[in-house]
């Protein structure tokens, strides 16, 4: 089932969230969110794009979201993604859904453009941003650090 995300979930979300923060360089975050800083994060967002939990069994296994991509007004039309699955459930369709929904919503809203980024390497990510239809428009190599190493970032887009 998915839903629309509010500050009350942010537990489970920090729960899946904070599992790649601590051992992966896909979050480029270095220290686990708290439950109050996710709940704020989730509340900032939903004020104004969509937030989507996706549950089985009544447990909360993934979320995606929106947010906008830089704050000049010209920008207005384009925003960045996210989606992130608990590591029990890759591989099972759960970002796919996710991602629909919240591209769904997207053009119901009249936004044009969006945008993914993506550390690299990160093979599942790439796959599933080009089964949604992303094309990768941008590398920058060495743009990150962290676990001592630099990171690649590359960014997808969709044109809705």
């Known amino acids: 089932m998915i839903r629309t995300a509010s500050p009350v979930d942010s537990q489970a979300v920090c729960t899946i969230y904070n599992h ?3 051992n992966t360089i896909i979050s480029f975050e270095e220290q686990p969110i708290s439950i109050d800083e996710m709940a704020g994060r989730i509340e900032e967002v939903t004020h104004v794009l969509p937030w989507y939990l996706y549950e089985e ?7 995606a979201y929106a947010i906008p991509w830089k704050s000049r007004s010209a920008y207005r039309y384009a ?12 591989g099972k369709g759960v970002g796919s859904k996710l991602y629909s929904a919240l591209i769904t919503e997207l053009q119901r809203r009249s936004f044009h453009c969006v945008i993914g980024g993506i550390a690299l390497p990160n093979v599942a990510s790439i796959a599933l941003h080009e089964k949604m239809g992303f094309e990768k428009v941008a590398h920058f190599r060495e743009v ?4 001592q190493q ?10 809705l």
């Not at 069994?57 to 979320?63: A, E, I, L, M, P």
């Not at 925003?79 to 890759?90: G, K, R």
């Not at 990150?144 to 676990?147: D, R």
Request: hydrophobic share 45%.
């Open 144 to 147: 990150g650090w962290k676990f």
């Open 57 to 63: 069994s009544g447990r909360v296994v993934g979320y």
């Open 20 to 22: 790649y923060v601590a």
């Open 79 to 90: 925003v960045e993604s996210a989606v992130y699955v608990s590591s029990h459930f890759l």
């Open 150 to 159: 630099r990171i690649d970032v590359g960014y997808w887009e969709l044109l």
